[in-house]
């Protein structure tokens, strides 16, 4: 590699407040257009913003989880641009003093990807284009949006990828919102710039506009980077400019330069007074921060126990992880509760959402019953995956499959009577286990489990079983 | 000075006269009247009468306040639900808004009645109304001259006594200004003290509504009913709820005179002012002289931020919401720029041009910052002077009314006659205009007294000396209901 990639984010999120940003219009996606609007988020002559409070306190979690200093005296600007999805022509949004500032965000490797700042202003309408016409749906016209805007840190397409991730995840464990790409409740713009490998001189940047998928993210970047990387070994020059990216021919085209740039002659709002944040409410949003993906991670490989894999593949869906987590503060065994999750219940929880959500009639109570009679061997852990199988498929408690005569089990006389019926007449088996084939145990275990249809703690008898063999 | 309000007000409860008969008065008065001064450019006959009935039936149930059944009038940058809210622009033409302004809201329910909208420079921009696409209205008091502005259409039906009295705008004077070319009583109060949702905005941070009377009683009145912190408006404050006293004793008060305020003004309209003061420390008060060194940069500070402001507001007038759209256009684009070409006046296009040149990245440090610097230093020069007295007297205006049409060629003269009212603005500060005697020309010369943040009420009681002592009375002009 010739070039060394410099790239730096400016990702838009929606946040998941119930109201808009300056009126009490609903933020709910969809509707019929233009039914989810008020003179306020419409623009009207005379109307008057009133800044949503829940707004701010979801921007300073999303600052706080992501390490930011929160700026307690800040103040709201108007960006003006004239574009019909923008009904007063200017959109509300902050420019000297954003709201939370110098944070970051840490990489799987180690590596911190910085904050610069984060920002609340309100998103647009839409335009919808159709048989000729446009058409405009001020639906999503003043839906509070959060801008998070990265340092030049990251260095390749996956870099950037873990990022988003990264932030997906912080945003939704904190639940300031869905970040949902394809509904478009997070979008970014990427910045690339090349520099010669070893040189600490930025090169010009473009900026990708709108992207709304991990993949294209990082196909555009790869595109783009070849793109600038062969302007510059023709030894020409990279124009500044934005870009977009053109999903079905993969690649990336100007949309305009620099010397077309707007100039939006920012101003402090007027209409809405200079927001002044008392410490205490920051330490309380502090406090009331769930434990943060990372270090949950942390902990269930440190703490818990728990195998890496596993980890990994619970971690993400923090609505899986309070379900482990309050099963096992119940008293179950770690091991068999995270594998019984993984193991079974995952296969149940098809979609991102449904694992998202936790989309399932099994609550951690019962969970922990089950778990306890595994840990405790009352059952067999196959019996509990079967089990939790049919919990999760009719959403009735564990007393509805396992019965007080099933956990009675098999008593020691019994059981030794089966072991020696078992060892009778499976002559073959024992021959050859004696002869050190270990796995020829198997068949005594199958033998027990038919006739006891499964009640007989298979470690007990194991005991039993080698006793008698090698007597 | 006569309180109008409370004299009908009587008339109302007592039964002599029901809100229905004493608005058909003031109808056929604005029929009679109006085609001459041209102050109603909207009238809302309809909504009045049905206005009137609820009038009655409040009052016949116990339930009226000083303002019930009594008709007013708004300027017609207030909107109002269902009834034309233009500014007076091309760019509105039609424009009816589904909602109402906080401030008609509150006389609304207390069974205020709407006779109509009153004319206006456009979007408020001037100080004559003769930028109104309505054409100017004229001054009752003389019709050869303006009745100054913005809310000259305000100040001439009330004058004229076509409406009993109106609300009207102040963002750098044009309430004040325009009451004291017709000799009437004019009150900005506090920046915040009442609330502007609905107000159409030109300068947002300056912009402030407030009643246009016959009285400084009247004027306590109207404020006491419209006044109060609003959720709809995060720039509202609280403010003292109960009714304002007035009682008018000024003995002991300190009136403070800021030598800056006479530079330059017209000697008929110092004489006037200073024959006013006379008679307030004849009754007890305290004269001290106070320096505002700051007070001259007001003037070009109020058009930079102003306009700025301005500049961001207006560019709502697309042609794609409301209002007027130019008929043949090629592409979105182009329908924009001919609905403001075809749509702004001339006065309009100038400071959104002004405004928009200021804020722009290159030019934003020298005007508009230097600007906001600027004000923070004009305003605490004025709370400087407000540690040695209660309240400033100056002149409304370094003028008297202008003869129709002098602006036109007389701009800058136009502009700096805002001289003395801008620093109120400013500085979010509450100041009264009220009549203080006429020059030779017989036009009426106003006054100021201006108070410190949320001292209104102080301010109105200080003014209703004059009303008590009969400081100043004007004749009333004929043709209109005068009951």
Redesign the interface.
């Known amino acids: 590699m010739k070039y060394q990639l410099v790239s730096g984010l400016e990702t838009h999120v929606e946040l998941a407040t119930a109201t808009k940003i300056f009126c009490g219009c609903t933020t709910a996606f969809g509707g019929a257009p233009n039914t989810r609007c008020c003179p306020v988020c419409t623009g009207q002559p005379g109307a008057l913003p009133i800044l949503n409070k829940r707004v701010v306190e979801f921007a300073i979690r999303a600052g706080l989880a992501t390490h930011c200093t929160i700026n307690t005296t800040t103040h709201l600007d108007r960006k003006n641009y004239c574009y019909p999805d923008l009904p007063k022509a200017y959109q509300i949004s902050q420019f000297d003093k954003p709201l939370c500032e110098h944070g970051y965000v840490e990489l799987e490797s180690g590596k911190r990807i910085g904050i610069t700042r984060i920002h609340i202003e309100e998103d647009a309408g839409k335009l919808v284009h159709e048989s000729g016409f446009t058409f405009i749906d001020y639906n999503r016209g003043g839906v509070p949006l959060i801008e998070i805007v990265s340092e030049p840190d990251i260095s390749s397409p996956e870099e950037a990828r873990e990022y988003v991730e990264k932030l997906q995840l912080i945003m939704r464990y904190i639940g300031v919102s869905d970040c949902k790409m394809q509904e478009g409740s997070m979008r970014c713009d990427v910045n690339i710039s090349l520099m010669p490998v070893g040189s600490t001189k930025f090169g010009t940047r473009t900026e990708i506009k709108n992207m709304n998928s991990l993949s294209y993210i990082e196909k555009a970047m790869a595109y783009e980077y070849s793109r600038q990387a062969e302007i510059l070994d023709n030894g020409g020059e990279v124009v500044q400019a934005t870009m977009r990216y053109d999903e079905h021919t993969g690649e990336t085209s100007v949309m305009r330069t620099k010397e077309d740039a707007q100039d939006y002659r920012y101003f402090p709002e007027p209409d809405i007074l200079t927001v002044v944040i008392p410490e205490e409410k920051v330490e309380e949003i502090r406090a009331s921060l769930p434990e943060l993906p990372t270090d949950k991670l942390k902990r269930y490989v440190n703490e818990l126990r728990i195998n890496p894999a596993n980890a990994q593949l619970l971690y993400k869906y923090k609505a899986v992880c309070d379900f482990v987590e309050k099963a096992i503060s119940l008293g179950a065994g770690v091991k068999n509760t995270v594998n019984l999750t993984v193991g079974t219940l995952y296969s149940k929880l098809e979609t991102e959402d449904d694992k998202e959500r936790f989309n399932l009639p099994v609550t951690a109570e019962e969970m922990a019953k089950l778990v306890k009679l595994a840990d405790e061997g009352k059952i067999n852990i196959t019996l509990a995956q079967k089990t939790l199988s049919k919990m999760a498929e009719e959403g009735k408690p564990v007393s509805a499959y396992i019965s007080e005569s099933d956990l009675a089990g098999v008593d020691e006389g019994e059981l030794e009577g089966i072991c020696k019926k078992a060892v009778e007449s499976n002559p073959q088996a024992v021959a050859d286990f004696k002869a050190g084939k270990e796995k020829a145990i198997f068949a005594l275990y199958g033998f027990i489990k038919k006739a006891t249809q499964g009640k007989a703690d298979i470690k007990k008898a194991d005991a039993i079983l080698r006793q008698l063999i090698m007597k | 000075m006569k309180s109008v309000i409370k004299t009908l007000s009587e008339k109302l409860r007592s039964g002599q006269i029901t809100s229905v008969e004493l608005t058909e008065k003031y109808i056929e008065a604005i029929k009679r009247v109006n085609p001459v001064i041209n102050a109603y450019v909207h009238e809302t006959f309809e909504e009045a009468r049905r206005d009137a009935e609820y009038a009655d039936r409040l009052i016949k149930e116990g339930k009226g306040t000083p303002l019930t059944g009594i008709p007013f009038t708004l300027k017609d940058?207030?909107?109002t639900d269902g009834e034309l809210?233009t500014?007076c622009s091309k760019i509105?033409e039609g424009?009816r808004?589904?909602?109402d302004?906080t401030v008609w809201k509150k006389l609304k329910e207390q069974g205020a009645v709407l006779l109509g909208k009153t004319n206006m420079d456009e979007f408020a921009m001037g100080s004559t109304s003769e930028t109104s696409v309505y054409g100017a209205p004229l001054n009752p008091r003389n019709t050869a001259r303006v009745t100054g502005g913005s809310s000259g259409g305000v100040a001439a039906a009330v004058c004229a006594d076509i409406a009993a009295y109106g609300l009207g705008s102040d963002t750098g004077g044009s309430i004040r200004q325009p009451a004291s070319f017709c000799g009437i009583v004019g009150f900005k109060p506090t920046y915040g003290a009442v609330s502007?949702?609905?107000?159409?905005?030109y300068?947002?941070?300056l912009d402030q509504i407030g009643p246009m009377t016959h009285s400084v009683t009247d004027a306590a009145l109207v404020y006491d009913a419209i006044k109060g912190e609003d959720?709809?408006?995060?720039?509202s404050a609280p403010v003292h709820m109960g009714p304002t006293a007035l009682n008018g004793d000024v003995r002991g008060i300190k009136i403070g005179v800021a030598k800056e305020f006479f530079d330059g003004i017209n000697p008929q309209i110092k004489g006037a002012i200073d024959a006013a003061i006379e008679q307030y420390k004849n009754a007890g008060a305290e004269v001290v002289e106070v320096s505002i060194p700051a007070l001259k940069l007001a003037l070009p500070v109020y058009y930079i931020i102003a306009c700025?402001?301005a500049?961001?507001n207006l560019?709502?007038y697309?042609g794609?919401?409301?209002g007027y759209r130019a008929a043949n256009y090629s592409s979105?684009d182009d329908m924009?720029t001919k609905t403001r070409t075809e749509g702004f006046g001339r006065e309009v296009k100038k400071r959104i041009m002004l405004g928009?040149y200021v804020?722009?990245?290159g030019y934003?440090d020298a005007y508009?910052k230097k600007a906001c610097l600027i004000r923070k230093r004009v305003e605490s020069q004025l709370a400087e002077c407000f540690e040695k007295c209660d309240v400033l007297f100056a002149p409304t205006a370094p003028v008297t009314a202008f003869p129709l049409g002098y602006s036109g060629g007389n701009a800058l003269e136009t502009y700096l006659s805002d001289v003395c009212t801008v620093p109120v603005n400013i500085a979010g500060l509450p100041a009264i205009a009220l009549p203080c005697g006429k020059d030779k020309d017989g036009l009426p010369i106003g006054m100021q007294i201006i108070g410190k943040k949320f001292d209104d009420e102080r301010v109105l009681d200080i003014a209703y000396f004059a009303e008590k002592s009969k400081l100043c009375e004007l004749e009333d002009v004929e043709g209109g209901v005068r009951l």
């Open positions: 940058n207030i909107a809210t500014c509105l424009f808004p589904y909602y302004a502007r949702y609905g107000l159409i905005a300068g947002s941070s959720c709809a408006d995060q720039t700025a402001e500049s961001s560019g709502r697309d794609i919401r409301y979105v924009i928009t804020l722009s990245s934003f508009y």
